[in-house]
């Protein structure tokens, strides 16, 4: 079946400093990955949309400088946590739609990224 | 716009008890319905999904869910739960119009099965 990795699993970092996250799809190519955030006991919340090789797409109130994404492959999507500080720390989840064109398409989820800010 | 209601935020069911966790929407438009389930610290995996045809969609480790278009619901139900049922349960819709469009997550439905 089709596997997204993340990677770190797990990272806490010192406030003001950048933290980056991988999501990779490893058995297939993703046209487009999602990330979102999770706080304790809560929904996912989207907070944006990457298509590989273009800018990506910000939902309402996310900050596209503070959260930075580049969909640099087909198998690779990096969400960078810029100046980070202790009310980002929630975990982060991506997503990835194989690239089949359809509508139908599965979105295949990460196993997440624990980001706790000291 | 679209919404989901999952009705139920915990559910607690002895073990081999049947369960369903229940699920309402909101759409203007037609949508494609999944549920997803959470293990602790992990990601989401998928259960099963509605995109067209029968009704009663069945999924992996023995879950089933039945689109109601009227009642506009899309409950799960597993008739004999397992202790390693134990986890958050969520369902999430995508409409079908206008691409691809992003899935939007009800709150979740934590099921605690005991023995």
């Known amino acids: 079946g089709a596997v997204v990795s993340q990677h770190p699993s797990w990272v806490i970092c010192k406030s003001g400093t950048s933290v980056k996250i991988e999501c990779r799809s490893l058995?297939?190519?993703?046209?487009?990955m999602f990330w979102y955030r999770q706080f304790p006991k809560q929904s996912l919340m989207l907070m944006a949309t990457?298509?590989?090789?273009?800018?990506?797409?910000?939902e309402q109130g996310v900050e596209k400088d503070k959260f930075l994404i580049n969909h640099a492959s087909l198998t690779l999507s990096t969400l960078t946590v810029t100046s980070a500080h202790p009310e980002d720390s929630s975990f982060y989840i991506c997503?990835?739609?194989?690239?089949?064109?359809?509508?139908?398409?599965?979105?295949?989820f990460g196993p997440g990224t624990r980001l706790t800010v000291l | 716009a679209q919404s989901v209601t999952q009705l139920d935020s915990q559910v607690p069911v002895f073990e081999e008890a049947p369960v369903e966790l229940r699920c309402n929407y909101s759409?203007?438009?037609?949508?494609?319905l999944f549920w997803y389930v959470q293990y602790p610290n992990q990601g989401l995996q998928l259960l099963l999904k509605y995109l067209s045809g029968s009704t009663l969609v069945k999924g992996i480790n023995g879950f089933e869910a039945e689109f109601n278009k009227s009642q506009t619901s899309f409950h799960l139900r597993k008739p004999s739960v397992h202790i390693s049922d134990t986890a958050e349960y969520f369902c999430?819709?995508?409409?079908?119009?206008?691409?691809?469009?992003?899935?939007?997550f009800g709150a979740g439905t934590r099921l605690a099965v005991h023995p």
């Open positions: 997503s990835a739609r194989p690239g089949g064109g359809r509508l139908t398409d599965t979105q295949y």
């Open positions: 999430a819709v995508r409409r079908l119009s206008g691409g691809y469009n992003k899935l939007i």
């Open positions: 759409s203007s438009v037609s949508v494609y």
């Open positions: 058995d297939f190519q993703a046209t487009t």
């Open positions: 990457s298509n590989e090789g273009s800018k990506a797409t910000y």
